[in-house]
């Protein structure tokens, strides 16, 4: 499974930027995705989940009401809509997938991770 994520940025605090990670896989409708991030100097940490068919989603905390995780599986493709962007939320974004169950949290086992995109968010 190779996953490239896209839509990183610069942005304004309040602004929106949309991500998406796209995964070479022909059975992609049967795994978990989900995004993390990593801050400069921080540990990764988990951002948003979805399950296989799109019909679950989970969010941590801090972003729920403002990031919207999505998929389209005619298309391999996972999104992360993130609106009122906060300079808090300024890091590399991860997507990562895992074959079957979706899993949430910082140490939620996700097998294949994409090589990540920035996202700076300035005050």
């Known amino acids: 499974v190779q996953l490239q994520a896209s839509g990183g940025g610069l942005v304004q605090a309040g602004g929106s930027l949309r991500l998406s990670c796209a995964a070479s896989?022909?059975?992609?409708?049967?795994?978990?995705m989900a995004w993390f991030r990593q801050a400069p100097g921080k540990e990764r940490e988990y951002v948003a989940a979805?399950?296989?068919?799109?019909?679950?989603?989970y969010y941590k905390d801090s972003v729920k009401g403002r990031f919207t995780v999505s998929r389209d599986n005619a298309k391999n493709t996972v999104y992360l809509q993130m609106e009122s962007l906060e300079p808090e939320d300024t890091a590399i974004y991860y997507c990562?997938?895992?074959?079957?169950?979706?899993?949430?949290?910082?140490?939620?086992?996700?097998?294949?991770w994409g090589q990540g995109t920035l996202v700076t968010v300035s005050s």
């Open positions: 896989v022909p059975t992609f409708s049967t795994y978990a």
């Open positions: 990562a997938a895992r074959w079957g169950t979706v899993l949430t949290g910082n140490r939620a086992p996700y097998n294949y």
């Open positions: 979805i399950s296989k068919s799109g019909d679950s989603s």
